[in-house]
């Protein structure tokens, strides 16, 4: 999460990864909110980064990064395990 360190990153990454399973409505374990709040915050970083070539910084703005992330995160896991 860009320009966090490791302890806020894990409490943005929860927050954003509770946010996701509430507007996907699944239910997670508060560990896989924050391994999807990261690495959902990390994959949607790459593709801002790709696109824009700049990210959202701060806290409010790697938390919007974050929710996005792991909403395609689920989105996929879901797809993949319904196939």
């Known amino acids: 999460m860009t320009?966090?360190?490791w302890f806020a990153a894990i409490i943005?990454?929860?927050l954003a990864g509770w946010i996701a399973e509430k507007?996907?409505?699944t239910d997670h374990s508060l560990i896989?909110?924050?391994i999807l709040g990261i690495f959902g915050a990390i994959v949607f970083?790459?593709?801002?980064v790709t696109i824009f070539g700049s990210?959202?910084?701060g806290w409010i703005g790697q938390l919007f990064v974050g929710?996005?992330?792991a909403c395609l995160l689920i989105a996929a896991g879901?797809?993949?395990r319904n196939r």
């Open 78 to 80: 879901s797809m993949i």
């Open 23 to 25: 507007i996907m409505k």
């Open 3 to 5: 320009g966090l360190g």
């Open 12 to 14: 943005v990454g929860a």
């Open 32 to 34: 896989m909110n924050i």
């Open 55 to 57: 990210t959202l910084g």
């Open 45 to 48: 970083n790459w593709i801002l």
């Open 67 to 69: 929710t996005v992330g």
